[in-house]
């Protein structure tokens, strides 16, 4: 219980911290919103508050399992958040193999985002992404290899871990909050009942690979 409360106490605290750094820029832009630029950027703050919100809220949403699911498409879940990363720049290939229906039984919008924060921390740490899906056994599999610097063992427990950072060195302007995976794991893991794995990709940077157990389909 002790360790749950400190958790909890170190994530509230971490909220509030950046929470009030956005603020304080807000307000002194207020006398500045004439300014077309500033206003941008206070558009940007808003964003950025918003985002914060509401990865902090979903870890909490997450961490209980799902009352209904749907049948949902696996490939066309990762497709769209390949299609997105692309649309803003990212570089990212996408490959599907074999042939066959890639089906599981979860939730739309939380496997979208469970990919899109996935892809978003692979984009983060390496310039180019390359995306496999197939179906394995009675399991789906996602691979996701970036041409980062890797992740060394020591560190691929905690890159689970909410508000964890694989280079200290990187500020939340350009590492994130370090939200993004655990709260892909909570989506994948926990609501899902897949898993994912870290791994060095074969030409060096990161693999993170995705393991959702396939919907079963009646007989024909």
């Known amino acids: 219980m002790a360790t749950l409360l400190n958790e909890r106490n170190a994530m509230l ?3 509030a911290h950046d929470i009030k750094t956005y603020v304080q820029r807000l307000k002194l832009r207020l006398d500045l919103l004439d300014d077309p630029n500033q206003v941008q950027k206070a558009a940007h703050d808003l964003d950025a508050m918003n985002k914060l919100l509401e990865d902090s809220l979903l870890i909490a949403v997450h961490a209980n399992p799902l009352n209904s699911k749907e049948t949902v498409d696996l490939f066309s879940v990762v497709s ?12 990212v290939i996408l490959h599907r193999l074999g042939t066959g229906p890639l089906l599981v039984a ?9 990919l899109s924060n996935i892809l978003g921390n692979a984009l983060r740490y ?6 496999w899906v ?6 789906i599999e996602i691979v ?6 890797g992740i060394p063992i020591a560190d691929r427990r905690a890159v689970f871990t909410a508000f964890h950072r694989t280079e200290s060195s990187r500020n939340r302007s ?15 893991e926990r609501q899902h009942g897949g898993s994912i794995e870290i791994a060095d990709a074969p030409g060096g ?16």
Do not use: F, W
């Not at 197939?134 to 399991?139: L, S, T, V």
């Not at 996701?144 to 610097?149: F, M, N, T, V």
């Not at 350009?174 to 994948?188: N, P, Q, S, Y």
């Open 13 to 15: 605290g971490a909220i």
């Open 144 to 149: 996701i290899d970036d041409d980062g610097p």
């Open 205 to 220: 940077g990161a693999r993170l690979r995705i393991l959702c157990p396939a919907k079963s389909m009646p007989p024909a």
């Open 80 to 91: 769209h958040e390949v299609e997105a990363a692309r649309l803003v720049g990212g570089d």
């Open 134 to 139: 197939q179906r394995n056994g009675d399991m």
């Open 126 to 131: 390496g310039g180019k992404v390359r995306v």
């Open 174 to 188: 350009t590492g994130g909050t370090g939200l993004g995976v655990a709260i892909a794991l909570g989506i994948i």
């Open 106 to 114: 979860g939730d739309y919008l939380g496997l979208s985002r469970a």
